[in-house]
């Protein structure tokens, strides 16, 4: 494990990180080192190896959340529409950039 540290808008910001396999992962939640994040951190990258990994861990990501979006109940669709009523009114259209799944408040 490794501390990072950089200043930023007058404050000291740390971070760990830990390195397998030539990439970079935050030790909070094992996700890839975002590209900008090294960069900020002066953390040594390939950046090449970087990419691919992030690219990676997202599509991951983005296939965890469809799948769940597919598995919601009639019940959970309801509330998320209500939350989203509550949030944005009535007559307003959403869609989901993920899944693509089109709705009106």
């Keep these: 494990m490794t501390v990072f540290t950089k200043h930023e808008y007058g404050q000291l910001f740390t971070s760990q990180a830990y390195e397998r396999d ?20 002066s953390i040594p990258i390939d950046t090449v190896k970087q990419q691919a990994a992030l690219a990676a861990h997202y599509d991951k990501v983005v296939g965890d959340y469809k799948r769940m979006q597919a598995r919601q109940t009639a019940a959970d669709k309801a509330e998320q529409r209500a939350q989203a009523r509550a949030a944005h009114g009535p007559g307003v259209k959403l869609v989901d950039v993920f899944t693509g799944e089109t709705f009106v408040t």
Excluded: C, M, Q, S
């Excluded at 030539?22 to 951190?41: E, F, I, M, Q, R």
């Design 22 to 41: 030539g990439v970079w992962h935050w030790a909070t939640n094992d996700a890839p080192v975002p590209l900008d994040a090294a960069k900020g951190y």
